[in-house]
């Protein structure tokens, strides 16, 4: 093997075999959750993940740069996401009166509505998924390690 074929291999180390299980883990449950939404006629997984994340902020209200943040999303990714499900009626677009470089996204009621009909599809698909092999304990744990790593890789302390 030559030099140039080493290099792009990547090495298997303990943490880059922990990466490959993960994307290979994350890439299995949320083709299940897509698939199981598209199933019953919703929405795809991201606009689950937007009504969610939304309705647990206070007056289910969020500034989009810290929505964006929350689910590890570009700016403008989030942007053209969340004008679609603006114009679907399902989250309201506002900006700050103080700043308009400040912008939030509420959740409507047909927002919430919907978001109470995905719920259990989805949280069906995440205990087939975990429940058969991981306890309570060991998902919390497991939440608690990928925390971890998830401060680490965006560099806080």
């Avoid at 943490?15 to 890439?27: P, V």
């Avoid at 942007?79 to 506002?94: F, I, M, N, Y």
């Avoid at 995440?126 to 092999?133: E, Q």
């Amino acid at each position: 093997m030559n030099a140039q074929a080493t290099a792009a291999k990547p090495a298997r180390t303990s943490h880059g075999e922990a990466w490959g299980a993960l994307t290979r883990t994350h890439a299995a449950i949320t083709g299940r959750l897509q698939e199981s939404l598209a199933a019953a006629d919703f929405p795809p997984l991201p606009w689950y993940e937007v009504l969610a994340t939304i309705s647990e902020a206070p007056e289910e209200r969020m500034k989009m740069g810290d929505l964006a943040e929350a689910l590890v999303i570009t700016r403008g990714g989030l942007t053209k996401l969340v004008d679609r499900l603006v114009k679907a009626g399902l989250l309201e677009r506002t900006f700050c009166e103080t700043d308009r470089r400040v912008s939030y996204a509420t959740l409507l009621p047909a927002g919430r509505a919907l978001l109470d009909e995905m719920r259990p599809v989805v949280v069906t698909e995440l205990k087939a998924a975990f429940a058969a092999k991981l306890s309570a304990a060991e998902a919390d744990a497991l939440r608690e390690t990928l925390e971890r790593v998830r401060i680490s890789a965006c560099g806080a302390e």
